[in-house]
């Protein structure tokens, strides 16, 4: 079992940046890919961005490629993901996930608790 633990959430104006922190502990870090989602008020939780075990592979919502990155530490257990040029449609909770292998798919095996993010105009 993975357990999450995101940070680096918070308030930001528009067209700031912010980056998120995901610290994972269970499973060999480097075992599994990771993916960022995030959900709005009302609305359903969405894909953000995802990397393979080795960061090798990234995947991105159109919503956000040019403009999110994410990236990861398997030395530090932890997956990043920067974001740029933010929007107020950016405004959302945002949970890191861990997927069931070493390539991304949308089976996870655990979700992080979610931080708060709110872009301001």
């Known amino acids: 079992q993975v357990q999450l633990v995101e940070s680096g959430g918070g308030l930001v104006q528009a067209g700031g940046s912010l980056r998120l922190s995901c610290a994972a502990s269970?499973?060999?870090?480097?075992?599994?890919?990771m993916g960022w989602f995030r959900q709005a008020p009302g609305k359903e939780r969405e894909f953000v961005a995802s990397?393979?075990?080795?960061?090798?592979?990234?995947y991105y919502a159109d919503s956000v490629k040019g403009r999110f990155a994410i990236s990861r530490d398997n030395a530090k257990n932890t997956v990043f993901l920067q974001m740029n040029s933010m929007n107020t449609d950016d405004t959302a909770v945002y949970y890191c996930a861990a997927s069931t292998g070493t390539y991304w798919s949308r089976v996870i095996s655990s979700w992080g608790q979610g931080t708060q993010v709110t872009v301001s105009s």
């Open positions: 269970g499973r060999t870090f480097g075992s599994y890919a």
């Open positions: 990397i393979d075990w080795n960061g090798g592979i990234t």
